[in-house]
């Protein structure tokens, strides 16, 4: 699940770049807040999954209620930053803002291509 998300993460850092390139500072902005808005709920869930598979392993016990609510709760702050961030850069780029999102949204499709 890391590698996943840290595909994610490099694939935003690539397409802030071209944003930056081809759009200008606020549409790299806008890419980047885009795709962090996913991106860093992911990462935290990804290391408080981690984390529960290591005890779940030590104590033989499962924790499916601990994941459901852990994806609960990135799906909510994954609204929240998204909201945060249309309240800090009301003037972001919605076609550079969204196409971050979506590269965040399709990056772990690519993580399958990548699987050893």
Known sequence: M???VML???LILV?????LLFGGTLAGLSV???GLSYALPSLLFALRLNR???????SGNAY?????FGEAIKILS???LLALSLYLVPDLMWGWFVGGLAVALQ??????LLKH
């Not at 990056?107 to 399958?112: D, K, S, Y």
């Open 2 to 4: 890391l590698k996943a």
């Open 8 to 10: 994610q993460l490099s």
């Open 15 to 19: 397409t802030t770049g071209c944003a």
């Open 32 to 34: 980047l807040l885009g």
């Open 52 to 58: 529960l598979t290591r005890v779940a392993s030590a």
């Open 64 to 68: 499916p209620l601990e994941f459901f």
């Open 78 to 80: 994954t609204i929240g």
């Open 107 to 112: 990056a772990g499709f690519f993580a399958f």
